[in-house]
Structure formats: structure tokens, C-alpha cells
T-cell receptor
Framework: DGGITQSPKYLFRKEGQNVTLSCEQN?????MYWYRQDPGQGLRLIYY???????QKGDIAEGYSVSREKKESFPLTVTSAQKNPTAFYLC?????????????FGPGTRLTVT | SQQGEEDPQALSIQEGENATMNCSYK?????LQWYRQNSGRGLVHLIL?????REKHSGRLRVTLDTSKKSSSLLITASRAADTASYFC??????????FGKGTKLSVKP
């Protein structure tokens, strides 16, 4: 079964703690992306990676960090510096970057920080 | 850096009716994409229409693109309750990534 997976589906953390969200794909895609979605809003790009060992900041990268050590994996760490981390986080991948290809999305992780 | 903007924000129709939602964007594009999101789930790609295309069909979906007006529309014909979802348009941003609008929330009542 090819696809993109995110885990866990729901995540609860106390304020001040870092938390890492997992994203794995077996589609052999070069590009991967992290988005944040707040209620009733569209998607905002946090980070993206067009190739292994390379990633770029999106529109709202502050308080987040990523790594891309393997083609299949693009974990996102929400640090304690992120002022309002409670949100729905979506990971996506595409064959290549540059917005010319459809993106395949994972099911999302809903993070709640109290 | 929002590029696309959907209209209306929300749409409520009866099963069997057609649903039309619109997307306006600001800068020139190579292509425009439409996605669907069921509540609490990831997005699913529906259609990609290139700048040299005026209309594209996929099943009950019809997408039009008017580059002179910088707008696109998504028509769902003979809607079903299962079409209830949010629909987003997306265009390519200056960094080469996709930029999504805020979406149209469609409710189809049985």
C-alpha cells in the first residue's frame, strides 16, 4: 500500500515541552512539506524539502524545526518557542517540488498543548 | 503570501443540485489545482488545470480557468451527501511551493 503516513493522530503535550511529529512516505517522492491548519483556515506552509538533506523555511517557520536525513522521512519538531502550537498539522509529498505537481497528503496530526 | 481566494466561504445545497465555487488569484500561474478535505482529514487532489487549458472534466467535476480574469471555478454536478467537504484551490508561490486559499465549505443535505 503506497502512501503517506503521520503519527500519532492525536497528541497532547504540556506547555514548554518539545514534541516531534512523524511523517513517512513510500511513494519515492523527492519533495515533502509540512503545513499547519487552524480552525476554518487554509493551510500555511511551515517547512518544505525538495531533496534529501535540504529544506527551506515556509511562511511560518518560527518555533519549528525539521530534518530530512532520509528520502522517506520528514519529521517536524514543535519547540517550546512556538507561541501557539495547538493546531492540525498536515504532511504532504510530491514527485518533485516547484508547485507543478499534485501533492499527496497524510491524514494529519492534531496537536493540543495545554 | 496568500495567492488563491475561494468564494463563497460556505455553501449549503440539497442533494442532486449543482455546486459552484470560485477561486481568484493574484499573479500569473503555470497551473491551478483543486483539493478536497473531509472534516479532520488530509487533503485529496481533485484536478490540476494548466494555464493553456480553459476547461477540464473529471467525473462529476468540471473546472474552468480564465487567466485574463485570474479566476477558476469548480462545478460539482448532481451533488451527493458524500461531497460534503471543504474545497481548496492552490497555485504556485514565489518560492515554488503551493499556496492554498482558505477554502469553501460545502454542505450537501440529503
Amino acid at each position: 500500500d503506497g502512501g503517506i503516513t503521520q503519527s500519532p493522530k492525536y497528541l497532547f503535550r504540556k506547555e514548554g515541552q518539545n514534541v516531534t511529529l512523524s511523517c513517512e512516505q513510500n511513494l519515492n517522492h523527492d519533495a515533502m512539506y509540512w503545513y499547519r491548519q487552524d480552525p476554518g483556515q487554509g493551510l500555511r506552509l511551515i517547512y518544505y524539502s525538495q531533496i534529501v538533506n535540504d529544506f527551506q523555511k515556509g511562511d511560518i517557520a518560527e518555533g519549528y524545526s525539521v530534518s530530512r536525513e532520509k528520502k522517506e522521512s520528514f519529521p517536524l519538531t514543535v519547540t517550546s518557542a512556538q507561541k501557539n502550537p495547538t493546531a492540525f498539522y498536515l504532511c504532504a509529498s510530491s514527485p518533485q517540488g516547484f508547485g507543478d505537481y499534485e501533492q499527496y497528503f497524510g491524514p494529519g496530526t492534531r496537536l493540543t498543548v495545554t | 503570501s496568500q495567492q488563491g481566494e475561494e468564494d463563497p466561504q460556505a455553501l449549503s445545497i440539497q442533494e442532486g443540485e449543482n455546486a459552484t465555487m470560485n477561486c481568484s488569484y493574484k499573479t500569473s500561474i503555470n497551473n491551478l489545482q483543486w483539493y478536497r478535505q473531509n472534516s479532520g482529514r488530509g487533503l485529496v487532489h481533485l484536478i490540476l488545470i494548466r494555464s493553456n487549458e480553459r476547461e477540464k472534466h473529471s467525473g462529476r467535476l468540471r473546472v474552468t480557468l480564465d487567466t485574463s480574469k485570474k479566476s477558476s471555478s469548480l462545478l460539482i454536478t448532481a451533488s451527493r451527501a458524500a461531497d460534503t467537504a471543504s474545497y481548496f484551490c492552490a497555485t504556485k508561490g514565489s518560492q515554488g511551493n503551493l499556496i492554498f486559499g482558505k477554502g469553501t465549505k460545502l454542505s450537501v443535505k440529503p
